[in-house]
């Protein structure tokens, strides 16, 4: 998997973190599917503010594990934007893509 970038900044936008991975199990592909799923129904679609909620929910608990929690979900939270927070998942998800192209 090529490596997967999420940079933390701070209140002035400039990135005072950046974690990396590149290992990506089986067992995930579930989870990343499912969510990216549901993305793709967020923006097609009218959704509730709870399924957003949830689905943002679910996406931090994702990233953590991706990232084999080099990092808190306060620290998620914290300094993480929104924007790269939808990169990083971003970034996951054209990985897989490109991996089932190959094959």
């Given at each position: 998997?090529?490596?997967?970038?999420?940079?933390?900044?701070?209140?002035e936008g400039k990135k005072?973190?950046?974690?990396?991975?590149?290992?990506?199990?089986?067992?995930?592909?579930?989870?990343?599917?499912?969510?990216a799923e549901r993305a793709d129904g967020l923006e097609k679609g009218n959704v509730s503010?709870?399924?957003?909620?949830?689905f943002y929910g679910d996406l931090k608990s994702l990233i953590l594990l991706?990232?084999?929690?080099?990092?808190?979900?306060?620290?998620?939270?914290?300094?993480?934007?929104?924007?790269?927070l939808m990169k990083a998942f971003s970034s996951i998800c054209n990985n897989i893509g490109g991996e089932m192209k190959k094959n």
């Amino acid at each position: 998997m090529k490596p997967v970038f999420i940079n933390f900044t701070d209140d002035e936008g400039k990135k005072t973190k950046s974690f990396t991975t590149c290992s990506l199990k089986t067992g995930m592909m579930d989870n990343i599917f499912d969510l990216a799923e549901r993305a793709d129904g967020l923006e097609k679609g009218n959704v509730s503010i709870a399924e957003v909620k949830n689905f943002y929910g679910d996406l931090k608990s994702l990233i953590l594990l991706i990232f084999k929690y080099q990092f808190s979900l306060e620290e998620l939270n914290e300094g993480v934007e929104q924007a790269e927070l939808m990169k990083a998942f971003s970034s996951i998800c054209n990985n897989i893509g490109g991996e089932m192209k190959k094959n």
